[in-house]
């Protein structure tokens, strides 16, 4: 008797966990169909105007941020006027066109996917300007290797460490006083506007 009721409970459980299997299973399968669907039939955004998935960018920040932690560089020099000057030339060549400069924003910036920042601009929820608020071995770690899936290129073949660092250090500062011929080569490091068509 209690072999048969011992057998009977263990075949109970098992037959429990293989429906439980193929029950996992079965969702995997339906999972994977939908999402191919949607993304196949579908309208995915894909587009720099649509709007993000939800989460998307939390989730994005979650690994980026921890690379640039386990990777961060402290600058080798400190700030001074000709690195600032240096820094703004650079800046006006390779940055102002996406990022803007003081007082002049990029038009079509907002349109790009993620929106690309304006680094001499406000944020509007505090007074933070730009990136100013981030260390300059971040900056740095951005400027070197671009953010994956945006309009950041990557700048290590580009320009030396000593420029990218100029320029990590300068929009450190973004929220300071610059000395006037900084201030001037930044002014004039923005483009005339693009005009569109309506």
Same mark, same amino acid.
């Given at each position: 008797?209690?072999?048969?009721?011992?057998?009977?409970?263990? *075949?109970? *459980? *098992?037959? !429990? %966990?293989?429906? %439980?299997?193929?029950?996992?299973?079965?969702?995997?399968? =339906?999972?994977?169909? !939908?999402?191919?669907?949607?993304? #196949?039939? !579908?309208?995915?955004?894909?587009?720099?105007?649509? /709007?993000?998935?939800? %989460?998307?960018?939390?989730?994005? +920040?979650?690994?980026?941020?921890?690379?640039?932690?386990?990777?961060?560089? +402290?600058?080798? %020099?400190?700030?001074?006027?000709?690195?600032?000057? =240096?820094?703004?030339?650079?800046?006006?060549?390779?940055?102002?066109?996406? &990022?803007?400069?003081?007082?002049?924003?990029?038009?079509?910036?907002?349109?790009?996917?993620?929106?690309?920042?304006?680094?001499?601009?406000? &944020?509007?929820?505090? @007074?933070?300007? !730009?990136?100013?608020? $981030?260390? /300059?071995?971040?900056?740095?770690?951005?400027?070197?290797?671009?953010?994956?899936?945006?309009?950041?290129?990557?700048?290590? &073949?580009?320009?030396? $460490?000593?420029?990218?660092? +100029?320029?990590?250090?300068?929009?450190? *500062?973004? @929220? +300071?006083?610059?000395?006037? /011929?900084?201030? #001037?080569?930044?002014? $004039?490091? &923005?483009? $005339?506007?693009?005009?569109? =068509?309506?």
């Amino acid at each position: 008797m209690a072999s048969r009721a011992s057998s009977k409970s263990s *075949s109970g *459980s *098992s037959s !429990g %966990f293989g429906s %439980f299997v193929l029950g996992f299973l079965f969702a995997l399968v =339906a999972l994977g169909v !939908g999402g191919y669907c949607y993304l #196949k039939f !579908g309208k995915p955004p894909v587009a720099a105007a649509d /709007p993000a998935f939800p %989460f998307e960018a939390q989730i994005v +920040q979650v690994p980026l941020n921890a690379r640039i932690a386990k990777e961060l560089k +402290q600058p080798p %020099f400190g700030i001074s006027e000709d690195g600032f000057e =240096a820094g703004a030339r650079i800046y006006k060549k390779e940055c102002a066109s996406c &990022h803007g400069a003081p007082g002049q924003d990029t038009p079509y910036a907002k349109w790009m996917y993620p929106v690309a920042p304006q680094l001499w601009k406000k &944020h509007t929820k505090n @007074d933070v300007v !730009g990136v100013s608020d $981030d260390e /300059p071995g971040e900056t740095f770690w951005k400027i070197e290797n671009g953010i994956r899936l945006t309009g950041m290129p990557a700048y290590k &073949h580009i320009l030396t $460490d000593t420029q990218m660092w +100029q320029v990590a250090l300068l929009l450190k *500062s973004a @929220d +300071q006083p610059l000395p006037d /011929p900084v201030r #001037k080569l930044l002014e $004039d490091a &923005h483009p $005339d506007p693009v005009r569109l =068509a309506h």
